[in-house]
C-alpha cells in the first residue's frame, strides 16, 4: 500500500493561515491533495493536522484525516521525519499495511504528477530509502561569495576564484516539494537527505513560500503558466 502523508500544521507565523490560504482561486492545500489524487499512486491520502479548519477543508477536498497530530509534534522547530513517523504509526494502528509513504508539503501550487511517478520510479528502482526532487543551484556554489561589514567582497572558495564556471562540479539543492520513503525507513531513519536518491526537476518549478513577497511572486508566477 502506498500513502501520502499531507504535514499541515495550523501555527504558522510569518503567513497566517498559509496552509488554507487562498492560492490561485482556492485553499493552497489543495494544490497538493488535488495533484496526489490525480496521480493515482495512492491508496489513502491523509493529512496530518493540529488544526480542525485544517481538517475540515482537507476532507472536503477528498482527503482523509484519520487521527490527531499531537502538540508536541506541531510547533516550530518539529522536523518532518518525526511527523510522517507519527502518522505512519498511526496509520497502521488502524490496520493499513504500508509499504511508501509520500510525504508532500501542503505549499507546493507547482507541484506535477510526473515528478511524484518519476521519484517513485527511483526508490523503487533503486537502493535508497528515500527519493526526492533536486534542482540545480542557478550559480556554482564554488564560486559563492561572502561580503564583510565594510562591504568587501571574498569568495568562500578561494581555490576556485578564477576556475571557469564550466569547469565546476554541478551543485543542487532540494526542491523542498516532497519526498518518497520506505516505510521502514520513515520509522528508522533521520536522514533523509544522505540516504535518498534526487530525482532532477527544472529550477522554474521550485518556488520558496516563505514570506508575502514570496507568496506574491508565486502567484504571478503561476498566473502566467495559465495564461
Known amino acids: ?35 496526489a489524487k490525480a496521480s493515482g499512486l495512492f491508496d ?17 477536498l477528498g482527503a482523509e484525516t484519520p487521527f490527531h497530530r499531537p502538540n508536541e509534534l506541531a510547533n516550530d522547530y518539529t522536523a518532518t521525519v518525526p511527523v510522517i513517523a507519527h502518522g505512519i504509526r498511526s496509520c497502521c ?20 504528477i510526473e515528478d511524484l511517478k ?23 556554489i564554488q564560486r559563492a561569495l561572502k561580503r564583510t561589514e565594510r562591504g568587501n567582497m571574498q569568495p568562500f572558495y578561494p581555490q576556485y576564484e578564477l576556475t571557469r564556471t564550466q569547469d565546476l562540479e554541478s551543485a543542487y539543492h532540494d526542491a523542498g516539494q516532497f519526498y518518497w520513503g520506505r516505510a521502514e525507513a520513515w520509522l528508522q531513519n533521520n ?13 522554474w ?17 503561476y498566473k502566467s503558466f495559465q495564461d
Open 1 to 35: 500500500m502506498n500513502i501520502a502523508i499531507i504535514p499541515a500544521r495550523g501555527g504558522s507565523k510569518r503567513i497566517p493561515r498559509k496552509n488554507i490560504k487562498i492560492f490561485a482561486g482556492k485553499p493552497m492545500i489543495a494544490h497538493a491533495i488535488t495533484a
Open 205 to 221: 518549478r521550485v518556488v520558496d513560500i516563505d514570506t508575502p513577497e514570496d507568496w506574491a511572486r508565486a502567484e504571478r508566477i
Open 93 to 112: 494502528d488502524l490496520g493499513w499495511k504500508i509499504d511508501y509513504v509520500c510525504c508532500i508539503y501542503p505549499g507546493v501550487p507547482f507541484l506535477q
Open 191 to 203: 536522514k533523509v537527505h544522505s540516504s535518498g536518491v534526487g530525482y532532477i526537476i527544472p529550477n
Open 118 to 140: 518519476g521519484a517513485l520510479g527511483l526508490l523503487t528502482k533503486g537502493d535508497g530509502d528515500y527519493s526526492f526532487p533536486v534542482t540545480e543551484f542557478p550559480s556554482a
Open 44 to 60: 489513502h491520502i491523509v493529512v496530518s493536522t493540529d488544526d480542525e479548519e485544517i481538517a475540515v477543508i482537507a476532507r472536503g
